[in-house]
């Protein structure tokens, strides 16, 4: 069962990276507006999953052998014009062995957005920013981390309007364990 679960996350690790390496290949000018970094946590659960700890606290995901402490966010421009929000964030790796490439993230944290009343997935941002430090931030993702080590990263999600968007926090077995909402203004 253990293989079965190593196996699955191994080819989305692998379909996360090569769709990540298309999104943002190549980059433009700087154009942003900035978000509220005001959050909020609804819900928050302690779980155990590969020999380290899954849990939400405030700002601060513990997925695993990652720690994911969110700083704050920004909308910024995408290249195809769409609104694109850039959750800033210090990833580091609190394991004492090599870990995969933290493009994993997107299995473990989803996003959402009250669309006509109803929650509606956002999905990691599928062109790049007009900002190119965000863009340097987001390509951090596809780096892998040596035990001990951090990186400066940027979630980004293709944003649907201007409500707010709340992050879903999910452990090894796919259950929600907490979320977190960041306003866009």
Same mark, same amino acid.
């Given at each position: 069962?253990?293989?079965?679960?190593?196996f699955v996350?191994?080819?989305?690790?692998?379909?996360v990276v090569?769709?990540?390496?298309v @999104?943002?290949?190549?980059f433009? &000018?700087q154009?942003?507006e900035k978000?509220?970094t /005001?959050?909020?946590?609804t819900?928050?659960?302690?779980?155990q999953?590969? *020999?380290?700890?899954w849990s939400v606290?405030? %700002?601060?995901? %513990?997925g695993?052998?990652l720690v994911?402490?969110?700083?704050?966010?920004?909308?910024?421009? &995408?290249? *195809?014009?769409?609104?694109i929000i850039a959750?800033h964030?210090?990833?580091s790796?609190?394991?004492?062995i090599? /870990?995969? &490439?933290?493009a @994993?993230?997107?299995g @473990?944290? /989803?996003a959402s957005?009250?669309v006509n009343?109803?929650d509606k997935?956002?999905?990691?941002?599928?062109s790049?920013?007009k900002n190119?430090?965000?863009?340097?931030?987001s390509?951090q993702?596809?780096q892998?981390?040596?035990?001990?080590?951090? %990186?400066?990263i @940027?979630?980004m999600?293709?944003l649907?309007n201007?409500?707010d968007v709340t992050?879903h926090f999910?452990n090894? *077995?796919k259950?929600?364990?907490? /979320?977190?909402t960041?306003?866009?203004?």
């Open positions: 069962m253990l293989k079965n679960k190593k996350l191994s080819a989305i690790v692998v379909a090569a769709v990540l390496g @999104a943002f290949s190549t433009q &000018s154009n942003t978000a509220s /005001t959050s909020k946590t819900k928050s659960e302690k779980t999953g590969n *020999d380290k700890e606290k405030g %700002h601060v995901f %513990h695993g052998s994911f402490d969110m700083k704050n966010s920004e909308v910024v421009d &995408s290249t *195809d014009g769409s609104k959750i964030t210090k990833l790796d609190v394991s004492d090599k /870990t995969v &490439s933290s @994993a993230v997107y @473990a944290i /989803t957005q009250k009343g109803q997935e956002l999905y990691p941002a599928p790049q920013s190119d430090q965000v863009n340097e931030a390509r993702l596809k892998k981390l040596e035990p001990g080590q951090s %990186h400066n @940027a979630l999600f293709a649907e201007n409500s992050l999910q090894p *077995d259950k929600e364990i907490g /979320t977190t960041f306003k866009v203004n």
